[in-house]
């Protein structure tokens, strides 16, 4: 039987991205994920289906792991004798190079453009100053200083700790010391820590999620380390190098564990933001990783989610999940795929918990969302089956029996989707 017509579609399945995006989409792309996380309700309200297009940004994944990038400034000391026979176009162009560094947005770079000359050669030199020595980085007495969240160690120093094989306190010490350092350093920082640093974290983690017994610091380390893939892909370059390892996905929906509330709303965050934001495919990477996490449970592989619905005490988690499961079904183009992952949802048990959510501001427009994109699915499916019962009722050909027959099959087979 013809899938398209009869509104069933293979799970593993759905067709190309579309090929244009509303500009407001467009205008976010250079975005942070962990503002896009706390803003993603806004992003997720504007998806329409009907008359827009979408296009995912180009994702390119670096293949070399001791390349850079080159539209960053090299952190070197620039003394000032030295930026007095600098050129206006110089300066200027550091000065973008800088802005590019910090990771700025569009918003925050036009009234930095607006500042004279003199002050965007102080901003240069002060800022290259201190980029070379976050860099360079500086040891205490006693190694690793963590007093009031002040990061004392180099990336690279970062990369030696990880590789040393530490865990439990000193492990935790040193993870919420670099999730600092990755939220507090330049861009350029973040590249040099990532060549390596990011495969190590990925390591601990998955070591800590094959640990059968996991004691309380085992569970502190996990979401320690959410927070620092979090911080690590709040830039373009930490986004790429998430998105180019192969493990990242699968390790982020084997972490999901209602158990632990804070850590799963800040990992279906970031998935949600993945499947906004990720390459042309990203819906089927996910949707695989959370198959296969799914399976070494042995549970429906969104059961954790829904579970994670059920979650009164925790508001933002309930909120956090909505989020997903419309990232999830809006993100396809084709109808069936979208009413197959909508009606997987509401099998697994969200039909029965919907009507129980107490609704707050924003699980409200969540949940609007949500039906507001069930009602205009079922529209459009609604349309589909008229056309086939047109067909069915004004045949091309006299002799079409066979024809009608299957019209009638899928004709069926939409009704009972409605």
Wanted: net charge negative; aromatic share 4%; glycine share 4%.
């Amino acid at each position: 039987m013809d899938q398209q017509a009869s509104g069933v579609d293979d799970p593993n399945k759905h067709p190309k991205k579309k090929s244009n995006e509303d500009d407001s989409k467009n205008k976010k792309l250079n975005i942070h994920i962990k503002t896009l996380a706390d803003d993603m309700r806004d992003r997720i309200t504007s998806f329409r289906k009907q008359g827009i297009k979408k296009e995912k940004p180009v994702i390119q994944h670096p293949t070399d792991p001791i390349s850079t990038h080159s539209e960053l400034p090299i952190p070197q000391p620039l003394f000032d004798e030295r930026s007095l026979n600098l050129s206006e176009k110089e300066i200027v162009d550091l000065f973008e190079k800088m802005m590019e560094d910090m990771n700025l947005n569009e918003d925050r770079k036009a009234p930095l453009r607006e500042k004279d000359l003199s002050t965007k050669r102080e901003m240069v030199v002060q800022y290259i100053s201190a980029t070379a020595k976050s860099i360079t980085g500086s040891k205490v007495a006693g190694g690793l200083r963590n007093s009031k969240h002040e990061c004392t160690l180099s990336s690279q120093e970062y990369v030696h700790e990880l590789r040393s094989g530490i865990t439990e306190e000193k492990l935790l010490n040193c993870l919420e010391s670099l999730r600092v350092s990755l939220t507090s350093n330049p861009v350029s920082w973040v590249n040099n820590f990532g060549h390596e640093g990011l495969g190590l974290l990925l390591d601990v983690l998955e070591k800590l999620l094959d640990k059968k017994q996991q004691e309380v610091i085992d569970k502190k380390n996990q979401h320690k380390l959410i927070q620092c893939l979090k911080a690590f892909m709040n830039n373009k370059y930490g986004l790429q190098r998430i998105l180019g390892d192969e493990r990242s996905l699968l390790l982020l929906a084997r972490a999901v564990d209602p158990k632990q509330p804070n850590m799963m709303t800040e990992i279906v965050k970031i998935l949600s933001a993945v499947c906004i934001i990720g390459e042309e495919n990203i819906l089927d990477k996910i949707l695989a990783a959370m198959t296969i996490a799914a399976e070494r449970n042995n549970k429906e592989r969104f059961a954790s989610i829904v579970e994670g619905l059920e979650n009164h005490e925790a508001q933002q988690l309930q909120t956090a999940c909505m989020q997903l499961i419309n990232a999830l079904v809006t993100s396809p183009d084709d109808l069936d795929f979208r009413i197959h992952l909508r009606n997987e949802f509401l099998r697994c048990g969200l039909k029965k918990i919907l009507p129980e959510l107490k609704e707050t501001e924003e699980l409200d427009i969540q949940l609007k969302v949500f039906n507001e994109n069930k009602e205009e699915d079922s529209i459009e499916l609604s349309h589909r089956l008229d056309d086939i019962r047109t067909e069915m009722e004004y045949p091309f050909h006299s002799n079409s029996f066979s024809m009608n027959s299957s019209l009638r099959l899928r004709c069926a087979a939409l009704s009972q989707l409605l």
